[in-house]
Nanobody, 126 residues
Framework: QVQLVESGGGLVQAGGSLRLSCVAS????????MGWFRQAPGKEREIVAA????????YYADSVKGRFTISRDNAKNTVYLQMISLKPEDTAVYYC???????????????????WGQGTQVTVSS
């Protein structure tokens, strides 16, 4: 099991930026594909972005393409989500997640992930 701790959430105006960080501990970080999910009130948890073990491959939900960037630093056991041009509809609790074994370079379904962080709130005001 890997422990995940997110940070960097907060309140921002529409058009603003935030960078989320997620620090992993407990296992070898490079053995995990990583993902960021979000869940808004009354909605299901949805994938935002995912990144492969090495960081070479990434995936983005259509709703965030061109605005969000996922990256990882395996030397620092950290995965990041840089968010720009934020919109009110980006408001949600954002979760970091880790997948030990994936069929492909990264995982996009919640059920493929083994460990989750506690979440960090992102609120975008209009």
């Amino acid at each position: 099991q890997v422990q995940l701790v997110e940070s960097g959430g907060g309140l921002v105006q529409a058009g603003g930026s935030l960078r989320l960080s997620c620090v992993a501990s407990g296992r070898t970080f490079s053995n995990y594909a990583m993902g960021w999910f979000r869940q808004a009130p009354g909605k299901e948890r949805e994938i935002v972005a995912a990144i492969s073990y090495s960081g070479r491959n990434s995936y983005y939900a259509d709703s965030v393409k061109g605005r969000f960037t996922i990256s990882r630093d395996n030397a620092k056991n950290t995965v990041y989500l840089q968010m720009i041009s934020l919109k009110p509809e980006d408001t949600a609790v954002y979760y970091c997640s880790a997948a030990r074994n994936t069929r492909y370079a990264y995982a996009t379904l919640p059920g493929e992930y083994d460990d989750w962080g506690q979440g960090t709130q992102v609120t975008v005001s209009s």
